[in-house]
């Protein structure tokens, strides 16, 4: 299992011991701390949750989207099998309509323009090209010693055409040491589905930038304000913190313990169906069992950023050694 693992669930029993529950725009409520950090280092682990399934070629588009591409046309998505951004799309008449869950009833309606159409509007990769942000970061392969590389996707003048404002609103990059380093800042941190989500972009992005640059990938440390739960994934959360529980438990098994615990749940797979819990415990057993750990391959011979393959099939980019405890199903993004 990954530090991550434990680093992200350790965030998600603090908020569930610690935290307050309060009202928000969505309707349902969140369970907030103020403010978390986190600090990873790229030459000891490649950031990626274990304890769930992470679906990591919508994650790593979407950021391409994003920063290669600078687009905030959701087609672009779409092509790729990935809808992450569907609910948040413009129509085709220029206007965001939020509705009522399961429903087809208005719940609410801002015009943007028809110029937006099938966008986001005036935000994320809309902010990256109109200010041209990737090339600040990739200059520091001329001037490493560059100390004013921000990116900024939080634009006063973009926030009223954009349909949601920046969560992960900013970044900061040096080269120390011959490695190149990010600050990353979250305003607003769904920590269930988004952040897991978002470390594994930026460390990705850390890595495609810094091997363009010709520099190793370094640290990430990432600061939060608002990290919350909502309340309706919160038994999710549970599920996820009691699957590690599960892990750490078997984790004090001898190897022999271990083979023979193996045996007996394989024969009940046989002689009955599969239960989730033989399944788990059957996916435990296999993250022990190997010394393997995930991480993220790139085709180092692409020194243009611009150029690694973007499509789903992400033939420069990929996961390799993924091994998970399978998926869990949370509510839709709120």
């Excluded at 978390?36 to 790229?42: E, G, M, S, V």
């Excluded at 600040?136 to 939080?154: A, E, Q």
Aim: charged share 30%; net charge negative; proline share 3%.
């Amino acid at each position: 299992m990954t530090q991550f693992d434990k680093d992200y669930l350790d965030l998600c029993k603090k908020i569930l011991k610690e935290g307050i529950e309060v009202e928000n725009r969505t309707g349902t409520n969140t369970v907030k701390i103020p403010s978390y950090n986190f600090h990873f280092n790229l030459q000891e682990e490649f950031p990626i949750l274990q304890s769930k399934q992470l679906y990591f070629k919508n994650a790593i588009t979407e950021m391409l989207w994003i920063y290669q591409a600078a687009s905030n046309d959701v087609s672009f998505l779409n092509e790729r099998n990935n809808h992450i951004w569907d609910k948040w799309k413009i129509d085709s008449d220029g206007f965001y309509r939020e509705y009522y869950e399961n429903t087809d009833i208005i719940k609410s309606e801002k015009y943007y323009g028809i110029e937006y159409a099938g966008t986001i509007g005036s935000a994320y990769g809309y902010v990256v090209r109109l200010y041209n942000l990737m090339e600040r970061v990739l200059n520091l392969k001329d001037n490493p010693n560059d100390r004013r590389v921000v990116i900024s996707l939080w634009q006063e003048n973009c926030l009223d055409k954009g349909v949601l404002p920046p969560c992960v609103w900013s970044s900061e990059w040096d080269v120390t040491d011959g490695k190149l380093n990010l600050l990353v800042h979250q305003r607003s941190c769904d920590v269930a589905l988004g952040l897991p989500f978002n470390v594994t972009q930026y460390a990705t992005l850390l890595t495609l930038v810094a091997n363009c640059l010709g520099y190793l990938p370094g640290t990430i440390d990432w600061s939060i304000k608002d990290a919350h739960i909502y309340v309706d994934c919160i038994d999710k959360i549970k599920e996820q913190i009691s699957r590690y529980d599960t892990y750490l438990e078997l984790k004090k098994k001898t190897k022999r313990e271990l083979i023979e615990l193996k045996r007996k749940l394989e024969d009940e797979q046989f002689e009955h169906s599969i239960t989730e819990y033989n399944d788990l415990m059957l996916r435990c057993i296999d993250l022990l069992e190997t010394k393997e750990k995930p991480y993220l391959w790139i085709n180092k011979d692409i020194k243009d950023f611009y150029k690694y393959d973007n499509s789903r099939e992400l033939k420069d980019i990929k996961v390799k050694q993924y091994r998970h405890l399978g998926k869990l199903k949370f509510p839709d993004a709120h």
